[in-house]
């Protein structure tokens, strides 16, 4: 007789430009190996699925009413309770040690109550559960983009030699714990017979700060910045392509998908020095990810991309350690590893890694 399919109710991801492509590429790999199913706070409570996972569980939560915020978030709380009571499984991936933007207290200590609950909690590189020292934590890494690549520019293959000299790129959601403005500040004091200049493209957190950059880019001759709007996924993929390097001056780093789109569109990476980011160049080579300093400057800059151009990097990064069937399988011995402890009433033995502003 044929063991059925585990049965995982998580989020499929979107195509929505300012969606992580990561979810939707890892929920179609699991889907080849379980019974993925679409989360909904309907099949949540009365669906018939093995084990609960989510990726940003403040995500399923907020809301632009705040009326409607605090229900999501008591509905998320009385989850918790509830699977507890009938020894469903519970699974989160930390994709950020702290989240992005503070919420109520109420939300954090649902948060705190929902990473509590979960009997399995994955991390995406060794240094950040190491860092956390999570007795509950298993590490399956981040894989690449190539999917959506192929999915919105099937011609970029024929096209990876189009890089622009001398043309330094930062993309994605700007915040302010990014080191954006000290990019910008540095880059300007950068020798303009070098060529280089500095492209930053994406959308700032508020209208506040889409204003602060505007004002610090058009003292710098050297830096353009549109921070309106996410590009389109096209639009990304041309702009990630015609870029030199992507640098990435955060002043904290777990992991980065900018990173890892900039390696798939085989474009190196500049990045502040972090475990992570040094696991990262570890893996990938100082030809394709280079540590940038905590205080950033200039001259870091400037050395990131003259050694950068000097290395021997190969034809193309190699990820070997990061095949998508071997990571929707990792996943799969995750959950079964977490639906075995629900089973049997196991939990975590400390306090999760808790979500602070």
């Not at 930062?170 to 302010?176: A, K, Q, V």
């Not at 996924?233 to 702009?239: F, K, P």
């Not at 193309?316 to 990571?327: F, G, L, S, V």
Request: charged residues 25%; proline residues 4%; hydrophobic residues 45%.
């Amino acid at each position: 007789m044929t063991a059925r399919a585990l049965r995982v109710l998580t989020t499929k991801g979107s195509d929505d430009v300012s969606a992580n492509p990561y979810v939707s590429i890892l929920a179609r790999h699991n889907a080849e190996l379980m019974d993925v199913r679409e989360f909904s706070w309907r099949q949540a409570f009365f669906g018939d699925h093995d084990v609960v996972h989510l990726h940003w569980p403040e995500a399923i939560v907020r809301s632009r009413s705040g009326l409607k915020q605090f229900g999501k978030t008591a509905l998320l709380r009385l989850l918790v309770a509830v699977d507890r009571l009938r020894g469903r499984a519970h699974v989160s991936t930390i994709h950020n040690i702290e989240t992005h933007e503070q919420g109520s207290a109420f939300e954090r200590a649902t948060l705190r109550a929902w990473l509590g609950s979960c009997q399995t909690r994955i991390y995406l590189t060794r240094a950040g559960l190491q860092g956390a020292g999570d007795d509950r934590g298993v590490v399956i890494p981040h894989g690449d983009y190539a999917e959506f690549v192929t999915r919105y520019r099937p011609d970029a293959a024929r096209e990876q030699s189009e890089a622009s000299v001398g043309r330094v790129l930062l993309f994605g959601m700007l915040r302010r714990y990014k080191g954006v403005e000290r990019l910008i500040e540095e880059f300007g004091r950068i020798d303009p017979a070098l060529g280089l200049e500095l492209v930053i493209a994406g959308k700032a957190i508020d209208a506040d700060y889409e204003r602060q950059l505007g004002e610090l880019a058009a003292a710098t001759p050297a830096v353009t910045v549109h921070a309106d709007r996410f590009l389109s996924h096209s639009e990304l993929i041309e702009t990630v392509m015609h870029s030199e390097l992507v640098i990435l001056p955060y002043e904290r780093m777990y992991n980065s998908g900018a990173a890892l789109m900039a390696l798939t569109l085989q474009r190196p990476v500049a990045a502040t020095g972090s475990p992570s980011l040094l696991e990262l160049a570890d893996e990938f080579g100082a030809g394709w990810v280079q540590a940038l300093p905590a205080e950033l400057t200039a001259e870091a800059i400037v050395a990131a991309v003259t050694a950068l151009r000097t290395h021997d990097r190969g034809a193309a990064p190699d990820w070997t350690a990061r095949e998508w069937p071997a990571i929707a399988a990792a996943h799969r011995d995750a959950y079964r590893t977490a639906v075995a402890d629900a089973r049997a009433g196991r939990r975590s033995s400390q306090h999760p890694p808790s979500p602070r502003p």
